[in-house]
């Protein structure tokens, strides 16, 4: 018999480089942002999310906020939020309806032009999150949870709903909050005023964009000044410095606010109406649209005849009634509304199956981060008061207001961070400890 000859060695090679490839992308954030960006500008242009009914005037692109930037790009300034021509408005903050009033100066107001660039943008912004997911879940966690946490960013249908069909600030709250998460977790390793510059400036941005995001202010702060004095680290003329930046960014809007209503209105004007349209005669934890101007022919008028400040000075009045008169009510409304947040919002237009389904999943997600979240204090996790703080305080106003699922959204980033922590501590390949520092 002939003797076999040996096969060459020549795939060998081949292969390393493949693993060598894959384990630079795996942990390069230039990739994940890369492969994020283009799998959510992919999903816009073949599920045609771009797309928008117009059998409403188009206020389902972009509502309220698409609204006020029609009314800008038209020349008639920061206003009329609804239909028609009702004058100024608070009722949103100013940062994204501006972003809006700019595409559509540029490719037309409510085209498809505009409506795919502004999918796009929100799309860039969903996937540069992937930057400071990686980085606070490496510090927090070691680097296999971050890369797990920032890679299921990337490529999770949920995360992409938002950024591909939303023309909202939904996907920039995320990124604000993700980064300024980030900063208040590094400050204590990094010397200067330059973190607390950024941590002024970051806050200013976010507060323009979406103020419920400032319910995590005094505690980030306080939380990157605590640790910093446990370094011995010094941090008042930073904390004056961040404060005055932080100030200077918003004061603009409140004086123009005040120019134009006579009294001072910080940042945006609408909590009465949200109030009322979650408290009230009827209510049950969920939102209660059929209140709302958009829906109501009556509300409308009365918007239209009181002024928006006496009419949102009105809708408070009448939820803050309802609360006084039975607070025992008040208070279960409060708890069913926290237990919607986490287990989410039913969906009377879809079967009781799906619904199930999508619910139990927004469920797990909140299981996990809530068990992730435990075993992180327990074993003191850098920054895992932190999240703590974060997870308390963030969704507070939507246990008071009513609920919905893109309310989540802008701190599913550490939800998720939490999530994948816990799944990947219980695997007993996974280092559970912060194998370095970005």
Known sequence: MTEETPAPPAAQPATSASFSTWARIRTSPFWMVTIAFAIRVLAIVILHTYKFRTSDQNFGFGWEMGRIGESIASGHGFANPFQGITGPTAWEPPLYPYLIAGVFRVFGIYTHASSFVLLTINSFFSALTCIPIFRIANRSFGERVAIGTAWTWALFPYVMY???????????????????????????????????????????????????????????????????????????????????????????????????????????????????????????????????????????????????????????????????????????????????????????????TLTQIKNSLFLASSILCFWGLGRALRRHKPGAWLFLWLILLYPAVYYVVFPHARYRHPIEPEIGILAIYLICDTQPKCDGGASSRL
């Not at 930046?245 to 918003?250: E, M, Q, R, Y």
């Not at 009294?263 to 969920?286: C, D, K």
């Open 162 to 352: 938002w950024c591909t069909r939303w023309v909202w600030e939904t996907s920039l709250s995320a990124l604000l909050l993700a980064a300024i998460f980030w900063i208040a977790l590094s400050m204590e390793d990094r010397d200067g005023l330059r973190p607390w510059f950024e941590f002024g400036v970051f806050w200013g941005i976010a507060a323009l964009n979406s103020p419920v995001l400032l319910s995590f202010l005094p505690t980030s702060g306080l939380w990157a000044w605590y640790r910093r004095a446990k370094v011995g680290k010094r941090s008042l003329a930073g904390v004056v410095l961040a404060s005055a930046v932080f100030v200077a960014c918003i004061a603009p809007w409140l004086v123009r606010n005040h120019r134009t209503f006579g009294q001072w209105v910080f940042l945006r004007s609408n909590f009465g109406a949200e109030l009322r349209m979650g408290n009230g005669p009827g209510a049950n934890g969920t939102w209660m649209y059929y209140l709302h101007p958009t829906q109501n022919t009556l509300a409308m008028q009365q918007y239209e005849r009181m002024g928006e400040i006496a009419y949102i000075a009105e809708r408070k009045r009448q939820a803050i009634s309802f609360v006084k008169e039975d607070p025992s009510r008040f208070l279960i409304l409060c708890l069913k509304k926290f237990v919607i947040y986490w287990d989410g919002v039913p969906r009377a237009s879809e079967t009781w």
